[in-house]
């Protein structure tokens, strides 16, 4: 559980219980207070979260004996507005003394009390080290004794000063207890002191009542809502979480999410960074439906859960569901999002841009992973249908027949398993925009024939009714097989591929532009927030690969790359795939041999024993050994190799931190890696 303790240390203890009661105004019974103060002499070590010092001189005296997490504040002070009051009866022109117990306090007492508005220029500090003040003056002290010689004189007790707003809303606030600042208290408060800074106040005030206005929406919303900090406490809940958690109010407020909600691991969703999260989970035997989502609105910074009752939700859902538009329909990629320089891509980019600029159908041709529907998705933004829908649509999903009642919808009734009050077409919801038709070369014969009536009339029929729909959309196909060939074969109709070819767009595969590969390959490094850089064999294996998966391939090996955890990836840290692409056995050992020679003048000592020491590992791993650092002592002796048992510990060592060596923890020994074998053979 979170610690909330706090230490008050005063010169006084008057003044410390005067602070103490002050700060339970606000806070309650929620943090433990402790009171130290240089009259009782009890002060020795504070190991308090907060310690608050009200004397400045004594700051480092304190901080010595504090912890090294404790946060020290010197609170600002002011005065009761009924103390303060006797001041103002005091004639403006008068000389009035300001008494404390040393001369820096008396000095900040004066300072404080022109800050309030007293409206006395001539304020004299005076303090026990002075001899006497003049006999009939005006004496203001804030609750201290007058200890020097003061014949005939007005003394007026100001009573001891108490800590301003400011600085109990910054201790609410450095101990996540910011919740309990409440409006009344405020009020009450300000009522009774002369605030420091009235911007401050007014502030405070301002915040609390949009707090207050928080709860007031919270309350009339029907879910269940509950706003946590990011180290998972509550800070405010709807009176519908409330019901369905079954806790009372304001219990969970300042305690952590997971005292309730059990099954939530909150601490993974925050460490993981997850913006949101969805779970259904048991809470009291009831299913719940939990929804994480990270929130910054100003206001309220953390995460924002929804619950509720999972029956509740599914009747609910099933009512909107046939209204509400999902996932598919808007376009999010532009041509800006396409990355390359070579001609071949730029030249692409422009054709595909002035095709934007027509209603005709497009049929986009290349391999898997080219990025065809970043281009489908670029020419939808670029035309007069941007403000329209984009629905994708793979062809190959769907068996023979279900693809025709997404594509057009169907009425109620009109097969078995139809949903009540039919559904609507993937084609309807694409009108006044694009309907993209990927992996087109998939699509049945029977679908074909539809679809192609559709291009030619501009009208859809749902499975089941007889209405005729109109509708107003662009078609953009795309697929990575040889239509030509399919129609010859009779696997694709020939007067639909005519239909879909109107504007052909060819998008080149990633080997036939290789002066973007690296480009490309920065652009997700960036995307995974990789530093790593490659060597110079694998740029030279980059520029040979065939990248036969084109964009998607790459965007793998930058990823595979990134979780490698090396500065520099050499050729032999690649995929084994791609090393095997560039040639034969031997061109794969030669350019490994290459990439991962170390350079002799790296090791400390003669090369020589460290070639001995390699081949005692390497002659062990083929023979299925174990083999220590012991067992090397005793090969050099009886070779007569002058090697100390200590000399071969860090030989090892070595050996491990260029990567030729493995040396396991216990009595494991050490086995050699498939680089230190490659070392073997370049040194022998």
Excluded at 274 to 294: A, G, H, P, R
Excluded at 429 to 436: K, V, W
Aim: glycine share 6%; aromatic share 8%.
């Amino acid at each position: 559980m979170e610690r909330r303790d706090l230490a008050i240390i005063t010169l006084k203890k008057d003044a410390g219980e005067i602070y103490s009661n002050q700060i339970r105004e606000f806070l309650g019974d929620n943090i433990t207070i402790n009171l130290y103060s240089y009259e009782e002499n009890n002060i020795t070590y504070c190991n308090e979260r907060l310690v608050i010092v009200s004397v400045r001189l004594k700051y480092q005296d304190i901080e010595s004996i504090c912890s090294p997490n404790t946060q020290i504040i010197i609170p600002k002070l002011t005065f009761e507005k009924s103390s303060f009051n006797n001041i103002s009866k005091l004639e403006k022109n008068e000389t009035v003394y300001v008494y404390n117990l040393s001369r820096s306090m008396a000095l900040e007492t004066v300072d404080l009390i022109h800050k309030l508005g007293s409206g006395i220029p001539n304020l004299i500090p005076c303090y026990p080290k002075l001899k006497s003040i003049p006999s009939g003056s005006i004496i203001l002290t804030p609750g201290e004794e007058i200890l020097i010689e003061a014949e005939n004189c007005e003394v007026i007790d100001l009573g001891y000063r108490i800590i301003d707003l400011s600085c109990i809303v910054d201790i609410a606030v450095k101990l996540n207890l910011e919740h309990l600042i409440k409006e009344d208290l405020l009020k009450k408060f300000m009522d009774k002191i002369i605030p420091t800074s009235y911007i401050t106040e007014k502030l405070l005030l301002t915040q609390t009542k949009l707090e207050n206005q928080f709860d007031f929406l919270l309350s009339s919303i029907d879910e269940g809502i509950i706003c946590v900090s990011n180290d998972g406490i509550v800070q405010f809940y709807s009176h519908v979480a409330k019901d369905i958690l079954g806790v009372n109010e304001n219990d969970m407020i300042g305690k952590h999410i997971e005292q309730y909600i059990k099954t939530c691991d909150f601490n993974n969703i925050v460490n993981s960074e997850t913006t949101y999260f969805q779970k259904l989970t048991k809470v009291n035997n009831i299913d719940i439906n939990l929804e994480v989502k990270y929130t910054n609105i100003g206001l309220f910074t953390g995460y924002i859960i929804k619950v509720t009752k999972f029956y509740q939700a599914e009747k609910k859902q099933a009512k909107l569901r046939s209204q509400l538009i999902k996932s598919g329909n808007i376009s999010k990629y532009t041509f800006d999002d396409i990355i390359g320089n070579s001609d071949n891509i730029q030249n692409t980019k422009r054709i595909a841009l002035k095709m934007a600029q027509s209603n005709s159908s497009i049929l986009i041709m290349g391999e898997s992973g080219t990025g065809k529907e970043l281009f489908a998705q670029s020419i939808h933004g670029s035309s007069s249908r941007s403000n329209g829908p984009f629905v994708a649509v793979n062809c190959s999903t769907f068996q023979d027949g279900l693809l025709q009642s997404e594509l057009f919808g169907y009425e109620e009734g009109a097969f078995t398993g139809a949903k009540k009050g039919g559904k609507i077409g993937l084609f309807e919801l694409a009108n006044n925009g694009t309907i993209f038709l990927y992996e087109i070369g998939e699509m049945d014969l029977n679908s074909q024939a539809i679809l192609l009536r559709v291009i030619q009339e501009k009208q859809i029929r749902r499975i089941g009714s007889d209405k005729v729909i109109d509708v107003d959309i662009r078609i953009i196909a795309a697929t990575n097989r040889d239509l030509k060939k399919l129609v010859c074969e009779n696997k694709f109709r020939k007067d639909l591929f005519y239909r879909l070819n109107v504007l052909p767009l060819k998008i080149s595969p990633l080997r036939d532009r290789n002066e973007d590969i690296f480009l490309i390959f920065d652009s997700f490094k960036k995307n995974l927030d990789a530093n790593f850089k490659l060597s110079d064999e694998a740029i030279k294996i980059f520029k040979s690969h065939s990248w036969e998966g084109n964009i998607r391939e790459l965007r793998n090996v930058a990823e595979y790359c990134s979780y490698l955890g090396k500065s520099i990836i050499e050729a032999s840290d690649l995929p084994e795939y791609i090393i095997e692409s560039i040639g034969s056995k031997d061109d794969c050992k030669k350019l490994l041999m290459k990439s991962n020679k170390i350079e002799i003048t790296k090791f400390k000592r003669p090369i020589n024993d460290y070639i001995f020491v390699l081949e005692k590992v390497n002659k062990a791993y083929e023979n299925k050994e174990r083999i220590g650092r012991r067992k090397i002592y005793e090969c050099a002796v009886s070779e007569g190799i002058f090697l100390t048992e200590q000399q071969i510990r860090s030989i090892l060592l070595e050996l491990q931190d260029h990567e030729l060596i493995k040396v396991l923890s216990g009595r494991g020994g050490s086995i050699i890696t498939d680089k230190g074998i490659l070392f073997l053979e370049q040194n022998k």
